[in-house]
């Protein structure tokens, strides 16, 4: 698939709502543009589950499942965020809602996007993509997805 900056009408997508914490907001009361990345990343571990390894089993199976296969040894890193800012996201005691979409699958690599919406207004204040790739611990090297990421990402892919 190649990669796009928004949806095709064939491309399924996931919403998940993220709960905003005081601490992201800043002194002009929106929040703050280094807390978006967090806010992200909150996001991505709800639609695409936790790394193998990290955190404590329990609670629900991610939406799509990409990360629960990943071999012992293989880190899931983030190569790179890219974010536009479209519009203020005030803090509010809410949720915000965040669209998660797949971008992009290549060998080692999976583009996501995101859809940032005000809760209230229902404005698109950020739009964002991650480069998540998978890297052997040991090597260093780039880990090809399997075969079963791949069909765990087909559906989401336009």
């Not at 204040?125 to 079963?148: I, N, Q």
Request: with cysteine; charged share 20%.
């Amino acid at each position: 698939m190649a990669e796009s900056e928004s949806p095709t009408a064939e491309q399924q997508s996931i919403t998940v709502n993220v709960p905003l914490r005081w601490g992201d907001m800043d002194a002009y009361g929106h929040i703050n543009n280094a807390r978006i990345l967090s806010v992200l990343e909150e996001a991505r571990i709800a639609v695409f589950g936790v790394p193998g390894g990290t955190g404590a089993p329990g609670g629900d199976s991610a939406p799509i499942d990409l990360l629960a296969g990943v071999s012992p040894g293989v880190l899931t890193l983030i190569a790179e965020h890219t974010v536009k800012y479209r519009q203020q996201l005030e803090y509010r005691a809410t949720d915000v809602q965040i669209t998660v979409r797949v971008l992009a699958v290549k060998g080692a690599s999976v583009v996501i996007g995101y859809d940032l919406v005000d809760p209230v207004a229902q404005t698109l204040c950020v739009s964002a993509s991650t480069t998540m790739v998978f890297v052997d611990g040991a090597t260093g090297r780039p880990v090809r997805l399997s075969p079963e990421q791949r069909a765990a990402l087909e559906p989401y892919c336009a």
